[in-house]
Protein backbone atom coordinates (compact mmCIF):
# COMPACT_ATOMS: atom_id res chain seq x y z
CA UNK A 1 0.00 0.00 0.00
CA UNK A 2 1.24 3.42 -0.61
CA UNK A 3 0.31 6.70 -0.36
CA UNK A 4 1.50 9.98 -1.48
CA UNK A 5 0.14 14.09 -0.30
CA UNK A 6 0.41 17.35 -1.22
CA UNK A 7 -1.08 20.41 0.00
CA UNK A 8 -0.51 23.38 -2.67
CA UNK A 9 -0.92 27.11 -1.92
CA UNK A 10 -1.60 27.34 2.19
CA UNK A 11 -1.91 24.16 3.47
CA UNK A 12 -4.48 23.08 5.17
CA UNK A 13 -4.37 23.17 8.35
CA UNK A 14 -5.89 20.14 11.30
CA UNK A 15 -8.95 21.61 13.01
CA UNK A 16 -7.49 21.91 16.93
CA UNK A 17 -9.55 21.08 19.71
CA UNK A 18 -11.76 24.03 20.74
CA UNK A 19 -9.60 26.87 22.54
CA UNK A 20 -6.58 25.18 22.00
CA UNK A 21 -6.38 26.46 18.01
CA UNK A 22 -2.66 27.93 18.09
CA UNK A 23 -2.22 31.64 17.35
CA UNK A 24 -0.39 30.36 14.10
CA UNK A 25 -3.20 28.17 12.62
CA UNK A 26 -5.08 30.12 9.65
CA UNK A 27 -8.26 28.47 8.05
CA UNK A 28 -7.87 29.35 4.61
CA UNK A 29 -11.26 30.87 2.97
CA UNK A 30 -13.18 28.43 0.55
CA UNK A 31 -15.92 31.08 -1.09
CA UNK A 32 -18.68 30.21 -3.72
CA UNK A 33 -20.43 32.60 -5.48
CA UNK A 34 -23.23 32.82 -7.91
CA UNK A 35 -21.92 34.49 -11.09
CA UNK A 36 -24.70 36.61 -12.24
CA UNK A 37 -23.67 36.35 -15.87
CA UNK A 38 -22.05 33.17 -16.06
CA UNK A 39 -23.49 31.49 -19.20
CA UNK A 40 -20.58 30.33 -21.50
CA UNK A 41 -18.87 27.38 -22.16
CA UNK A 42 -17.33 25.41 -18.62
CA UNK A 43 -15.03 23.53 -20.82
CA UNK A 44 -14.01 26.90 -22.79
CA UNK A 45 -12.95 28.55 -19.23
CA UNK A 46 -10.47 26.33 -18.42
CA UNK A 47 -7.06 28.52 -18.77
CA UNK A 48 -4.24 25.24 -18.53
CA UNK A 49 -3.56 22.33 -20.76
CA UNK A 50 -3.27 19.49 -18.61
CA UNK A 51 -3.78 18.93 -14.82
CA UNK A 52 -7.74 19.65 -15.85
CA UNK A 53 -10.69 18.52 -14.03
CA UNK A 54 -14.44 17.90 -15.48
CA UNK A 55 -17.13 16.74 -15.13
CA UNK A 56 -20.19 18.03 -17.42
CA UNK A 57 -23.52 16.96 -19.31
CA UNK A 58 -25.36 18.71 -21.75
CA UNK A 59 -23.31 22.12 -20.34
CA UNK A 60 -24.15 21.80 -16.67
CA UNK A 61 -21.28 20.80 -13.93
CA UNK A 62 -18.44 21.23 -12.49
CA UNK A 63 -14.86 22.04 -14.02
CA UNK A 64 -11.68 22.69 -11.73
CA UNK A 65 -8.04 23.46 -12.13
CA UNK A 66 -5.13 24.05 -9.42
CA UNK A 67 -4.32 21.75 -6.89
CA UNK A 68 -5.41 22.66 -3.64
CA UNK A 69 -4.59 19.26 -1.90
CA UNK A 70 -3.99 15.81 -4.28
CA UNK A 71 -3.84 12.67 -3.01
CA UNK A 72 -3.03 9.54 -4.99
CA UNK A 73 -2.81 6.05 -3.11
CA UNK A 74 -3.17 2.09 -3.64
CA UNK A 75 -4.46 -0.33 -1.38
CA UNK A 76 -7.71 -1.47 -0.15
CA UNK A 77 -10.16 0.78 0.93
CA UNK A 78 -9.52 3.89 -1.60
CA UNK A 79 -12.92 5.48 -1.42
CA UNK A 80 -12.97 5.35 2.49
CA UNK A 81 -9.41 6.39 2.50
CA UNK A 82 -10.03 9.56 -0.05
CA UNK A 83 -13.36 10.26 2.22
CA UNK A 84 -11.57 10.93 5.23
CA UNK A 85 -8.32 12.48 3.35
CA UNK A 86 -11.25 14.97 2.34
CA UNK A 87 -12.80 15.85 5.70
CA UNK A 88 -9.21 16.55 6.83
CA UNK A 89 -8.44 18.83 3.62
CA UNK A 90 -12.11 20.57 4.19
CA UNK A 91 -11.18 20.98 8.17
CA UNK A 92 -9.03 23.25 7.69
CA UNK A 93 -10.74 25.65 5.48
CA UNK A 94 -13.39 28.36 6.38
CA UNK A 95 -16.11 27.83 3.68
CA UNK A 96 -18.36 30.72 2.85
CA UNK A 97 -21.26 29.00 0.09
CA UNK A 98 -24.17 31.23 -1.00
CA UNK A 99 -25.47 28.89 -3.58
CA UNK A 100 -25.74 25.55 -1.91
CA UNK A 101 -26.21 22.95 -3.67
CA UNK A 102 -24.83 19.37 -5.25
CA UNK A 103 -21.05 20.43 -6.17
CA UNK A 104 -21.20 24.20 -4.14
CA UNK A 105 -18.46 24.70 -1.83
CA UNK A 106 -15.38 22.69 -1.71
CA UNK A 107 -15.03 19.15 -3.85
CA UNK A 108 -13.27 16.48 -4.95
CA UNK A 109 -12.60 14.93 -7.68
CA UNK A 110 -11.89 11.43 -7.62
CA UNK A 111 -11.02 8.72 -10.03
CA UNK A 112 -10.80 5.50 -8.34
CA UNK A 113 -8.54 2.64 -9.40
CA UNK A 114 -10.43 -0.12 -11.45
CA UNK A 115 -8.86 -3.21 -8.80
CA UNK A 116 -7.01 -2.46 -5.37
CA UNK A 117 -3.89 -2.25 -6.76
CA UNK A 118 -4.63 0.28 -9.30
CA UNK A 119 -3.64 3.71 -8.12
CA UNK A 120 -6.54 6.25 -7.09
CA UNK A 121 -6.24 10.03 -7.88
CA UNK A 122 -8.32 12.67 -5.77
CA UNK A 123 -8.05 16.28 -5.99
CA UNK A 124 -9.12 19.44 -4.76
CA UNK A 125 -9.02 22.28 -6.86
CA UNK A 126 -8.52 25.87 -5.59
CA UNK A 127 -10.57 27.13 -8.91
CA UNK A 128 -14.10 25.15 -9.37
CA UNK A 129 -16.60 26.93 -12.10
CA UNK A 130 -19.97 24.98 -11.58
CA UNK A 131 -23.25 25.58 -13.25
CA UNK A 132 -26.62 23.56 -11.66
CA UNK A 133 -29.91 24.39 -12.91
CA UNK A 134 -28.84 27.48 -14.87
CA UNK A 135 -27.07 28.51 -12.04
CA UNK A 136 -23.50 29.65 -12.44
CA UNK A 137 -21.17 30.05 -9.75
CA UNK A 138 -17.21 29.89 -8.61
CA UNK A 139 -15.33 28.51 -5.83
CA UNK A 140 -11.70 29.81 -4.28
CA UNK A 141 -9.52 28.02 -2.25
CA UNK A 142 -7.19 30.59 -0.76
CA UNK A 143 -6.11 33.22 -3.29
CA UNK A 144 -5.45 31.29 -6.50
CA UNK A 145 -2.69 32.96 -8.66
CA UNK A 146 -3.66 34.50 -11.90
CA UNK A 147 -2.17 33.04 -14.78
CA UNK A 148 -3.38 34.41 -18.52
CA UNK A 149 -5.04 31.38 -20.07
CA UNK A 150 -2.91 29.25 -22.73
CA UNK A 151 -4.76 28.62 -26.30
CA UNK A 152 -6.32 25.41 -26.47
CA UNK A 153 -3.42 23.45 -29.32
CA UNK A 154 -4.59 20.51 -31.14
CA UNK A 155 -2.41 17.29 -31.15
CA UNK A 156 -1.54 17.27 -34.80
CA UNK A 157 -1.03 13.48 -35.93
CA UNK A 158 -1.96 10.16 -34.23
CA UNK A 159 -0.35 7.14 -34.91
CA UNK A 160 -2.05 3.93 -33.25
CA UNK A 161 -0.48 1.02 -32.18
CA UNK A 162 -1.88 -2.11 -30.82
CA UNK A 163 -2.02 -2.77 -27.04
CA UNK A 164 -1.91 -5.78 -25.41
CA UNK A 165 -4.45 -7.53 -27.48
CA UNK A 166 -5.22 -7.08 -30.81
CA UNK A 167 -8.63 -7.27 -32.63
CA UNK A 168 -7.83 -10.67 -33.52
CA UNK A 169 -6.18 -11.51 -30.23
CA UNK A 170 -9.39 -9.87 -28.09
CA UNK A 171 -11.68 -11.90 -30.58
CA UNK A 172 -9.36 -15.32 -29.33
CA UNK A 173 -9.62 -14.03 -25.64
CA UNK A 174 -13.95 -13.46 -26.36
CA UNK A 175 -14.01 -17.56 -27.54
CA UNK A 176 -12.00 -18.64 -24.04
CA UNK A 177 -14.86 -16.68 -22.03
CA UNK A 178 -17.47 -18.53 -24.09
CA UNK A 179 -15.95 -21.65 -23.35
CA UNK A 180 -16.15 -20.44 -19.54
CA UNK A 181 -19.94 -19.61 -20.16
CA UNK A 182 -20.52 -22.95 -22.00
CA UNK A 183 -18.82 -24.84 -18.99
CA UNK A 184 -21.47 -23.24 -16.46
CA UNK A 185 -18.62 -21.34 -14.56
CA UNK A 186 -19.77 -17.66 -15.56
CA UNK A 187 -23.58 -16.15 -17.15
CA UNK A 188 -21.84 -12.75 -18.22
CA UNK A 189 -17.89 -11.49 -18.53
CA UNK A 190 -16.72 -8.19 -19.68
CA UNK A 191 -13.05 -8.06 -21.31
CA UNK A 192 -11.22 -5.26 -21.65
CA UNK A 193 -8.85 -4.36 -24.47
CA UNK A 194 -6.78 -1.23 -24.91
CA UNK A 195 -4.81 0.67 -27.53
CA UNK A 196 -1.83 3.10 -27.71
CA UNK A 197 -2.18 6.48 -29.47
CA UNK A 198 1.09 8.64 -29.99
CA UNK A 199 1.00 12.39 -30.87
CA UNK A 200 2.78 15.11 -32.84
CA UNK A 201 2.49 17.51 -30.18
CA UNK A 202 1.80 16.73 -26.22
CA UNK A 203 -1.89 16.19 -25.65
CA UNK A 204 -3.86 19.40 -24.72
CA UNK A 205 -6.79 18.11 -22.28
CA UNK A 206 -9.34 20.52 -23.41
CA UNK A 207 -9.12 19.71 -26.30
CA UNK A 208 -10.17 16.31 -26.05
CA UNK A 209 -12.98 17.89 -23.71
CA UNK A 210 -14.33 20.46 -26.07
CA UNK A 211 -14.66 17.42 -28.29
CA UNK A 212 -16.51 15.02 -26.57
CA UNK A 213 -18.75 17.64 -24.86
CA UNK A 214 -19.82 18.51 -28.40
CA UNK A 215 -20.21 15.35 -29.91
CA UNK A 216 -21.66 13.60 -26.76
CA UNK A 217 -23.96 16.07 -25.00
CA UNK A 218 -25.83 13.08 -22.90
CA UNK A 219 -22.81 11.30 -21.77
CA UNK A 220 -20.82 12.77 -18.65
CA UNK A 221 -17.68 13.97 -20.00
CA UNK A 222 -14.48 14.11 -17.75
CA UNK A 223 -10.74 14.70 -17.00
CA UNK A 224 -9.26 13.55 -13.82
CA UNK A 225 -5.62 13.04 -13.47
CA UNK A 226 -5.51 12.67 -17.02
CA UNK A 227 -7.83 10.24 -17.67
CA UNK A 228 -10.24 11.74 -19.98
CA UNK A 229 -13.17 10.53 -21.90
CA UNK A 230 -17.38 10.63 -22.02
CA UNK A 231 -19.09 7.82 -19.94
CA UNK A 232 -22.84 7.28 -21.07
CA UNK A 233 -22.96 5.32 -17.77
CA UNK A 234 -23.83 7.40 -14.57
CA UNK A 235 -22.65 4.84 -11.76
CA UNK A 236 -24.32 6.75 -9.16
CA UNK A 237 -25.72 9.94 -8.72
CA UNK A 238 -27.01 11.45 -4.42
CA UNK A 239 -28.04 14.69 -4.22
CA UNK A 240 -29.69 14.87 -0.90
CA UNK A 241 -31.62 11.63 -0.31
CA UNK A 242 -32.33 10.82 -3.89
CA UNK A 243 -30.18 8.63 -5.63
CA UNK A 244 -29.95 7.92 -9.25
CA UNK A 245 -28.18 5.39 -11.67
CA UNK A 246 -27.91 4.53 -15.10
CA UNK A 247 -27.50 1.20 -15.88
CA UNK A 248 -26.25 0.30 -19.61
CA UNK A 249 -25.61 -3.20 -21.36
CA UNK A 250 -26.35 -4.06 -25.08
CA UNK A 251 -25.46 -2.32 -27.56
CA UNK A 252 -25.80 -2.38 -31.40
CA UNK A 253 -24.35 0.35 -34.17
CA UNK A 254 -25.17 0.82 -37.69
CA UNK A 255 -23.55 -1.51 -39.80
CA UNK A 256 -23.35 -4.15 -37.08
CA UNK A 257 -24.47 -7.90 -37.60
CA UNK A 258 -27.56 -8.81 -35.81
CA UNK A 259 -29.09 -6.20 -33.50
CA UNK A 260 -28.39 -2.64 -35.52
CA UNK A 261 -31.37 -0.71 -34.73
CA UNK A 262 -32.79 0.14 -31.28
CA UNK A 263 -36.02 -1.32 -32.50
CA UNK A 264 -33.65 -4.80 -33.18
CA UNK A 265 -31.65 -4.23 -29.92
CA UNK A 266 -35.20 -4.26 -27.85
CA UNK A 267 -35.94 -7.45 -29.14
CA UNK A 268 -32.51 -9.23 -29.05
CA UNK A 269 -32.47 -11.83 -25.86
CA UNK A 270 -28.82 -11.83 -26.54
CA UNK A 271 -28.66 -8.21 -25.14
CA UNK A 272 -31.48 -8.28 -22.89
CA UNK A 273 -30.29 -10.96 -20.69
CA UNK A 274 -26.58 -9.31 -20.84
CA UNK A 275 -28.31 -5.85 -19.53
CA UNK A 276 -30.77 -7.73 -17.28
CA UNK A 277 -27.72 -8.75 -15.21
CA UNK A 278 -26.64 -5.28 -14.85
CA UNK A 279 -29.36 -4.00 -13.71
CA UNK A 280 -29.88 -6.83 -10.96
CA UNK A 281 -26.22 -6.25 -9.82
CA UNK A 282 -27.20 -2.32 -9.56
CA UNK A 283 -30.49 -2.82 -7.51
CA UNK A 284 -28.70 -5.78 -5.39
CA UNK A 285 -26.15 -2.82 -4.12
CA UNK A 286 -29.00 0.41 -3.55
CA UNK A 287 -31.83 -2.03 -2.17
CA UNK A 288 -29.96 -2.15 1.64
CA UNK A 289 -29.44 2.00 1.49
CA UNK A 290 -32.94 2.91 -0.07
CA UNK A 291 -36.18 2.99 1.26
CA UNK A 292 -37.71 3.16 -1.99
CA UNK A 293 -36.21 1.83 -5.47
CA UNK A 294 -37.87 2.05 -8.36
CA UNK A 295 -36.55 -0.39 -11.00
CA UNK A 296 -38.43 0.12 -14.54
CA UNK A 297 -38.87 -3.77 -16.19
CA UNK A 298 -37.58 -2.46 -19.08
CA UNK A 299 -34.79 -0.66 -20.26
CA UNK A 300 -35.18 1.82 -23.24
CA UNK A 301 -32.97 2.61 -26.09
CA UNK A 302 -30.12 5.80 -25.61
CA UNK A 303 -29.28 6.73 -29.08
CA UNK A 304 -25.71 7.80 -29.13
CA UNK A 305 -23.60 9.44 -32.28
CA UNK A 306 -21.58 6.12 -32.79
CA UNK A 307 -23.85 3.55 -30.81
CA UNK A 308 -27.43 2.74 -29.34
CA UNK A 309 -27.00 0.83 -25.76
CA UNK A 310 -30.03 -0.47 -23.74
CA UNK A 311 -30.25 1.98 -20.54
CA UNK A 312 -32.39 1.17 -17.47
CA UNK A 313 -32.60 4.40 -15.26
CA UNK A 314 -33.21 3.28 -11.71
CA UNK A 315 -34.56 6.00 -8.79
CA UNK A 316 -33.94 5.71 -4.91
CA UNK A 317 -35.15 7.77 -1.74
CA UNK A 318 -32.31 7.01 0.59
CA UNK A 319 -32.29 5.96 4.22
CA UNK A 320 -31.31 8.35 6.62
CA UNK A 321 -28.03 7.24 7.22
CA UNK A 322 -26.84 6.29 4.08
CA UNK A 323 -23.27 6.21 2.75
CA UNK A 324 -21.80 9.29 0.84
CA UNK A 325 -21.75 9.36 -2.72
CA UNK A 326 -17.97 8.05 -2.82
CA UNK A 327 -19.07 5.17 -0.70
CA UNK A 328 -21.93 4.47 -2.67
CA UNK A 329 -19.92 3.98 -6.03
CA UNK A 330 -17.22 2.26 -4.19
CA UNK A 331 -20.13 -0.36 -3.23
CA UNK A 332 -21.84 -0.58 -6.34
CA UNK A 333 -17.77 -1.17 -8.41
CA UNK A 334 -17.24 -3.48 -10.31
CA UNK A 335 -21.62 -3.43 -11.28
CA UNK A 336 -22.05 -6.55 -14.11
CA UNK A 337 -21.82 -3.55 -16.85
CA UNK A 338 -18.24 -3.67 -16.62
CA UNK A 339 -17.10 -6.90 -14.14
CA UNK A 340 -19.80 -9.75 -14.89
CA UNK A 341 -22.04 -11.93 -13.09
CA UNK A 342 -21.86 -13.45 -10.83
CA UNK A 343 -19.43 -10.94 -10.02
CA UNK A 344 -16.54 -13.15 -8.19
CA UNK A 345 -16.04 -15.41 -10.81
CA UNK A 346 -16.43 -13.13 -13.36
CA UNK A 347 -13.36 -11.08 -12.06
CA UNK A 348 -11.40 -14.16 -11.99
CA UNK A 349 -11.96 -15.22 -15.32
CA UNK A 350 -11.20 -11.58 -16.51
CA UNK A 351 -7.16 -12.08 -14.38
CA UNK A 352 -7.33 -15.32 -16.43
CA UNK A 353 -7.97 -14.27 -19.86
CA UNK A 354 -7.78 -10.37 -19.84
CA UNK A 355 -3.79 -9.42 -20.17
CA UNK A 356 -4.76 -5.66 -19.73
CA UNK A 357 -4.44 -3.84 -16.43
CA UNK A 358 -7.30 -1.26 -16.69
CA UNK A 359 -5.91 1.06 -14.01
CA UNK A 360 -8.37 3.48 -13.81
CA UNK A 361 -10.38 2.06 -16.81
CA UNK A 362 -14.09 1.11 -16.00
CA UNK A 363 -13.76 2.31 -12.52
CA UNK A 364 -16.10 5.25 -10.56
CA UNK A 365 -15.02 8.75 -11.58
CA UNK A 366 -16.43 12.06 -10.58
CA UNK A 367 -16.91 14.23 -7.74
CA UNK A 368 -18.20 14.34 -4.19
CA UNK A 369 -18.74 17.49 -1.91
CA UNK A 370 -18.66 18.43 1.47
CA UNK A 371 -22.35 17.16 2.17
CA UNK A 372 -21.81 13.74 0.74
CA UNK A 373 -23.70 14.01 -2.24
CA UNK A 374 -22.02 13.96 -5.48
CA UNK A 375 -21.81 12.04 -9.36
CA UNK A 376 -19.73 9.11 -10.31
CA UNK A 377 -19.68 8.21 -14.14
CA UNK A 378 -17.88 4.76 -15.03
CA UNK A 379 -15.00 5.88 -16.78
CA UNK A 380 -15.70 4.30 -20.36
CA UNK A 381 -15.23 5.54 -23.74
CA UNK A 382 -11.71 7.01 -22.29
CA UNK A 383 -8.19 8.14 -22.64
CA UNK A 384 -5.16 8.06 -19.88
CA UNK A 385 -3.59 11.02 -21.21
CA UNK A 386 0.66 11.13 -20.52
CA UNK A 387 2.18 13.81 -22.61
CA UNK A 388 2.51 12.88 -26.22
CA UNK A 389 0.75 9.37 -25.29
CA UNK A 390 -2.64 8.18 -24.96
CA UNK A 391 -3.74 5.15 -23.39
CA UNK A 392 -7.36 4.13 -25.19
CA UNK A 393 -9.46 1.48 -23.37
CA UNK A 394 -12.26 -0.58 -24.39
CA UNK A 395 -14.57 -3.56 -23.36
CA UNK A 396 -17.79 -5.62 -23.93
CA UNK A 397 -20.22 -8.12 -22.17
CA UNK A 398 -20.38 -11.40 -23.15
CA UNK A 399 -22.70 -13.94 -22.79
CA UNK A 400 -23.89 -17.45 -24.81
CA UNK A 401 -24.51 -16.51 -27.92
CA UNK A 402 -22.05 -13.46 -28.27
CA UNK A 403 -19.89 -13.70 -31.51
CA UNK A 404 -16.61 -12.88 -31.05
CA UNK A 405 -16.25 -11.02 -34.41
CA UNK A 406 -18.65 -8.49 -33.20
CA UNK A 407 -17.20 -7.95 -29.90
CA UNK A 408 -14.03 -7.04 -31.58
CA UNK A 409 -15.79 -5.01 -34.07
CA UNK A 410 -17.90 -3.14 -31.13
CA UNK A 411 -14.69 -2.25 -28.98
CA UNK A 412 -13.73 -0.76 -31.77
CA UNK A 413 -16.49 1.35 -32.50
CA UNK A 414 -16.63 2.26 -28.13
CA UNK A 415 -12.99 3.58 -28.74
CA UNK A 416 -14.34 6.18 -32.17
CA UNK A 417 -15.58 8.96 -29.27
CA UNK A 418 -12.11 9.46 -28.18
CA UNK A 419 -10.18 8.83 -31.30
CA UNK A 420 -12.23 11.32 -33.12
CA UNK A 421 -11.51 14.07 -29.89
CA UNK A 422 -7.94 13.18 -30.76
CA UNK A 423 -8.14 13.57 -34.65
CA UNK A 424 -10.75 16.14 -34.77
C1 LIG B 1 -17.22 -1.81 -21.00
C2 LIG B 1 -17.72 -0.82 -21.76
O1 LIG B 1 -19.03 -0.56 -21.89
C3 LIG B 1 -20.00 -1.29 -21.16
C4 LIG B 1 -20.43 -2.49 -21.90
C5 LIG B 1 -21.54 -2.47 -22.73
C6 LIG B 1 -21.88 -3.69 -23.58
O2 LIG B 1 -21.11 -4.64 -23.59
O3 LIG B 1 -22.90 -3.67 -24.28
C7 LIG B 1 -22.35 -1.34 -22.80
C8 LIG B 1 -22.12 -0.28 -21.99
C9 LIG B 1 -21.15 -0.34 -20.90
O4 LIG B 1 -21.79 -0.75 -19.74
C10 LIG B 1 -16.82 0.11 -22.49
O5 LIG B 1 -17.32 1.03 -23.12
O6 LIG B 1 -15.59 -0.05 -22.43
Avoid at 142 to 152: D, Y
Avoid at 269 to 290: D, F, I
Avoid at 396 to 413: F, L, T, Y
Wanted: hydrophobic letters at 45%.
Amino acid sequence: MTASRSATGSAPARRPAPGTRPSTTRPVDAVTRVLPDGTGDLVGAIPAPTGVLAFVSGGEGLVGWGEHARLTITGPGAADRIAAWFADVVDGLRVRDEVAAAGSGPVAFVSLGFEDDDESVAVVPSVVLGRRGGVTFSTSIGTPPLAAPVPVRSPGQVRYSDGALSAAGYAGAVRAALARIAAGEVDKVVLARDLHARTERPVDERHLLARLAAGYPSCWTYAVGGLVGASPEMLVRRHGRTVTSRVLAGTAWPGGTGASSSAALMTSSKNLSEHGYAVASVARALGPVTETLAVPDVPHPLVLANLTHLATDVTGTLIADAPGALALAASLHPTAAVGGAPAAAARRVIRELEPVRRTRYAAPVGWLDTHGDGEFAIALRCGQVSGTSVRLFAGCGIVAGSDPAVEARESQVKMLPIREALEG
